[in-house]
């Protein structure tokens, strides 16, 4: 098992109320080991999103069909889209809803990917009470849709931060990983992506603002490296400096 990632793998571990998250990995990274996460909510209807969906195996889906019936499956970005049809199989009634863009990339269409919603600025009524959105759009194609679970106060990334612990990366990858921005205790967006969402910059600032100065997260998710338990909006509003100045 790769150190990058954090066992137990693909079960799912409790965060807070009608909040679960479910730690998988390692995937590649231009050879680089990354560990990935999935957030999982429970909407007031009881059924089940499953937000940047990780690999399939029996037991998760044994483990999720005990909190309800997947309702929603959530691209939230143009990278987070890969075991999207491994789900969709098994649960060809859930909804899909992606990032805006996605549908038009050429792996995407090459893929044969149902989706079946655009995410937008606004959440669908579906999910309204529990959950408020926002689209980070940059250059370069380069989209993220953020989310708040509104109950737990918890926000919900992908990319938009990575924090990985030197720790768990392994040294020859180490100087690399600083020199990209994505090294703990606050790690940063890797400088790839700060240079796509820089396209867009005054757009995206606003977002990431709201997030800090209204959204005010106690927590925050996302889909590489060690997640802010606490003191989430102060952690946040450190590895947002660059977009935030």
């Known amino acids: 098992m790769s150190r990058v990632t954090y066992p137990p793998l693909d079960t799912l571990k409790q965060v807070a ?19 990935v996460r999935m957030t999982v909510i429970r909407l007031p209807n009881g059924q089940i999103m499953l937000h940047s969906p990780t690999r399939w195996s029996d037991a998760l889906n044994a483990e999720l069909s005990k909190l309800g019936v997947i309702g929603h499956l959530v691209a939230p970005s143009v990278a987070h889209w890969t075991f999207m049809q491994e789900w969709q199989a098994r649960h060809p009634d859930a909804m899909t809803w992606a990032s805006p863009g996605l549908r038009k990339r050429g792996a995407v269409k090459k893929s044969g990917l149902r989706i079946d919603e655009d995410l937008g600025e606004r959440a669908p009524a579906i999910w309204s009470d529990v959950l408020k959105q926002r689209v980070l759009t940059g250059g370069f194609g380069v989209t ?12 919900i990334l992908v990319d938009l931060v990575q924090n990985f612990e030197p720790e768990r990366i ?42 800090v100065g209204q959204w005010r997260p106690e927590r925050v998710l996302f889909a590489h490296g060690r997640w802010f338990e606490t003191n989430g909006t ?8 660059w977009l935030l100045d």
Do not use: C
């Open 170 to 211: 392994a040294p020859l990858v180490r100087p690399l990983a600083r020199m990209v921005g994505v090294v703990g205790p606050n790690g940063r967006a890797p400088v790839y992506y700060r240079f796509a969402i820089n396209r867009n910059r005054a757009a995206a600032q606003a977002v990431a603002r709201e997030l």
């Open 144 to 155: 993220e849709v953020i989310f708040q679970h509104l109950p737990t106060q918890t926000a």
């Open 17 to 35: 109320e009608e909040l679960w998250l479910v730690d998988s990995g390692p995937m590649s990274a231009m050879g680089i080991p990354l560990p």
């Open 234 to 241: 102060a952690r946040l509003q450190k590895s947002l400096d």
